[in-house]
């Protein structure tokens, strides 16, 4: 087919990812930009880009309207498109995964399909259809890509946990950061970021929306056992998720042990700090998230899979650190 961009008369944007973008005064190009890229509907490079896919980041909201990230696993291939409108997910949660409660279908969910030894991103949002348990398939609302920005490079290996998703491990429930959250989050270079809004009337702009964040080794701080802050850098002025944020402001986190393949859900909320001294003293902040949690679990030696040391952005050599930032502040 034609690749005609946005064809609705509506804007791909929200009311939210509108009023910040208005704020920065980018809006008007910002909308010009997304017509042209945001599509309600997959075009060739980006099936084909799915299709070779060893993982899959998903974010849902439970029943109490708590959004979570999680991960999709499976063999490259295990990601499909039968038409233009619809993603096939032959795959199902990973074991302690919160996806497990909150898949159902009709739900809104949102996608990011990275490629991490290749940098290269595409995102989707949609509405769940045929949940069955061989997987599910999800109906396109929007598709788009995304820059390379930020992207720790790391080639992967499947280990043999993925022919058996299902098989227990230990699964930890936690109201704060202890000991071993704090460790996993004060190494991360990565994580993602789900959050959603959804208004009266249903709209293609909106649903869930799940992200990437990356940055130097230890750019999440860990404030106190509830409360953590992490710089937000220049992007595509979108704001997807700041945007979501100011209308509704709960957030879930997923932080990755690349190594261990140990997997941490957080749950809570969100605020965006839009300036002030500490902003100005983290070098690349355009502004900080300050993230409480509500909920959490970390599970042990979920991920089937383990990625090789990271090669950094080239994008991180203008940003600085939380050390950096205390000396300037």
Known sequence: MTDSGWS????????????????LGVQKKIDQQGRRFIRD??????????????????????ARGCPWASLLVG????????DDRTLHVASKPLFGDPLSETLADGVDIGLLGIELHTRRRNRLN?????????GFAVQVN??????????????????DGV??????????????????????????DTFFIATAFRGDEAKAAEGVDVSH???????????????????????NFMFNTIGNLLLNPRAGLLFIDFVKGNLLYLTGTADVIWEGDEVRAFVGAERLIRFQISE??????????RYSAPDYSPFLKRTGSWEDAARRA
């Open 75 to 82: 063999n490259p291939g295990f990601l499909s498109t039968s």
């Open 296 to 305: 959490g679990y970390r599970v042990e030696g979920s991920l089937p899979l």
């Open 213 to 235: 964040r990356g940055g130097k080794p230890g750019f999440v701080r860990v404030d106190d056992e509830r409360t953590l802050t992490f710089p937000d850098f220049v992007g």
């Open 163 to 188: 022919e058996n998703l299902a098989t227990p491990k230990p699964v930890y429930r936690t109201l704060s950061f202890k000991e071993p959250e704090r460790s996993i989050i004060s190494a991360s």
């Open 41 to 62: 509907y997959l075009i060739e490079q980006h099936r084909q880009f799915y299709s070779q896919l060893p993982f899959l980041v998903a974010g849902t909201v439970d």
């Open 8 to 23: 609705r008369a509506e804007s791909p944007f929200h009311v939210g990812e509108i009023a910040i973008q208005e704020r």
């Open 126 to 134: 949609g509405i769940v259809t045929a949940n069955n348990l061989d």
């Open 142 to 159: 929007q598709s788009f890509g995304n820059c390379p920005q930020y992207i720790q490079a790391r080639m992967f290996e499947l280990t």
